[in-house]
């Protein structure tokens, strides 16, 4: 069973279409016997990071979810703002987050303002890393759509699955184990973004 995370900070309504488009059974939920009952994890957010880390306090869900990734080795996704959650720090609000990934999450700040906008918005390039599970039959240099006014620019090499260039690069995704981070919306990337989240679900193992 596949668990979207609901802390009230994601595009739940546009995943959980995705995943009942191809098929495959998805629960939406903010109960803790869900995260700890469900075989893979999404972490979707949008939204400001603070107040992400204060909702997923309110409602109890930390303990699970650090069991869940870290304990029980559960394959878990986080998207966006979810994969932001799964760094250090954010300097938006200042916030601790889960700690799974050492790296920090800062605002995007560009020279040239008149041609790189904040927030990053629309389609972009990714250029992967390495090869994951996560990215079979995604072709490289595939076109993913972005959101977002914070990034993650600098992580342990082992841990960058892909990079974007917006001005300058930043990372567009982590892999840790069975703990993977997208900084784009693959519910938003039509056809290859549904290819990720299936992925996720039909193929993802855990590689060193």
């Not at 995943?15 to 191809?22: A, C, D």
């Not at 992400?52 to 559960?74: F, V």
Request: aromatic letters at 6%.
């Amino acid at each position: 069973m596949v668990v979207i995370v609901d802390y009230g900070m994601g595009n739940i309504h546009s995943l959980r279409r995705i995943f009942n488009s191809l098929k495959l059974p998805v629960v939406v939920s903010h109960k803790v016997k869900d995260i700890q009952e469900a075989s893979h994890i999404i972490l979707p957010g949008v939204g400001h990071f603070g107040r992400a880390m204060d909702e997923l306090k309110q409602r109890g869900l930390i303990d699970a979810l650090n069991q869940a990734a870290m304990g029980d080795k559960k394959p878990i996704l986080g998207i966006c703002l979810g994969m932001q959650l799964m760094t250090a720090s954010s300097e938006e609000g200042n916030s601790e987050g889960l700690g799974w990934f050492s790296c920090k999450t800062t605002k995007i700040v560009v020279e040239n303002p008149i041609q790189f906008k904040v927030p990053h918005l629309g389609w972009n390039t990714l250029h992967t890393t390495k090869a994951h599970p996560i990215l079979q039959g995604v072709p490289s240099q595939s076109e993913m759509y972005f959101v977002h006014a914070y990034a993650v620019d600098k992580a342990d090499e082992e841990q960058v699955l892909c990079t974007t260039t917006y001005e300058k690069e930043f990372v567009s995704g982590l892999i840790s184990e069975n703990i993977l981070g997208v900084q784009f919306h693959p519910e938003k990337s039509h056809a290859i973004g549904q290819r990720i989240l299936a992925n996720f679900t039909q193929s993802c193992i855990v590689q060193d």
